[in-house]
């Protein structure tokens, strides 16, 4: 099957701890996202790559980086510098006429 | 950069009265794309609009998109409990192969 693959669905980590969110796609998309979601809020962008070896910050990248050596995966890190990082992380691909996106990682910070 | 808007934000509506979102876009996009998210789940792909003034429905959902192709709107007739969700309108970035997201409309619809 075709699709994108988010792991873990939940996460729990200790302050001041950098944690990494996994993203795959296989359905041979150039484009893949990163996105924020707080509780009744939409979507924030945090970084996109358009490209292997590339990747643009989006709305709110401080305290996260990200790194695009495959085509099919797009790791997200949560560094301690980010203030608020407890939320709801989307990732996902696109062409230019439709995006899929993973069942997304919901990271708790304690 | 490319900006999508979406209004509105929230709207909370009885089972039964019809919802309107809209969504505007700062430069002319090819095609344009509306996604729903249920509660706790992840943006689900609805559909694509590509023409000029293009109308396409949906069992109740009826999606339209400007003569410009800067504009669309997603309305939905006589709600119901199953439409709650977040519904997002996305765009194509010229010379790019990404898409740039609006905010989202949140739907509440109370039996």
């Known amino acids: 099957d075709g699709g994108i693959t988010q792991s873990p669905k939940y996460l729990f980590r200790k302050e001041g701890q950098n944690v990494t969110l996994s993203c795959e796609q296989n359905?041979?998309?150039?484009?893949m996202y990163w996105y924020r979601q707080d509780p009744g809020q939409g979507l924030r962008l945090i970084y996109y790559?358009?490209?292997?070896?590339?990747?643009q910050k989006g709305d709110i990248a401080e305290g996260y980086s990200v790194s695009r050596e495959k085509k099919e995966s797009f790791p997200l890190t949560v560094t301690s510098a980010q203030k608020n990082p407890t939320a709801f992380y989307l990732c996902?691909?696109?062409?230019?006429?439709?995006?899929?996106f993973g069942q997304g990682t919901r990271l708790t910070v304690v | 950069g490319q900006q999508v808007m979406q209004i509105p934000q929230y709207q909370h509506v009885q089972e039964g009265e019809d919802f309107t979102t809209y969504c505007n876009s700062s430069?002319?996009?090819?095609?344009i794309q509306w996604y729903k998210q249920r509660p706790g789940g992840h943006p689900v792909f609805l559909i694509q609009?590509?023409?000029?003034?293009e109308v396409k429905k949906q069992k109740r959902l009826t999606f339209q998109f400007g003569e410009a192709k800067k504009n669309s709107s997603l309305h939905i007739t006589a709600t119901q409990t199953t439409d709650v969700g977040t519904y997002f309108c996305?765009?194509?970035?010229?010379?790019?192969?990404?898409?740039?997201f609006g905010k989202g409309t949140m739907l509440l619809v109370s039996p």
């Open positions: 790559s358009q490209i292997v070896n590339d990747f």
């Open positions: 996305a765009g194509p970035n010229s010379g790019y192969s990404t898409l740039t």
């Open positions: 430069t002319t996009l090819s095609n």
């Open positions: 359905l041979n998309h150039d484009a």
């Open positions: 609009l590509v023409k000029s003034g």
């Open positions: 996902a691909s696109s062409s230019s006429a439709e995006a899929f």
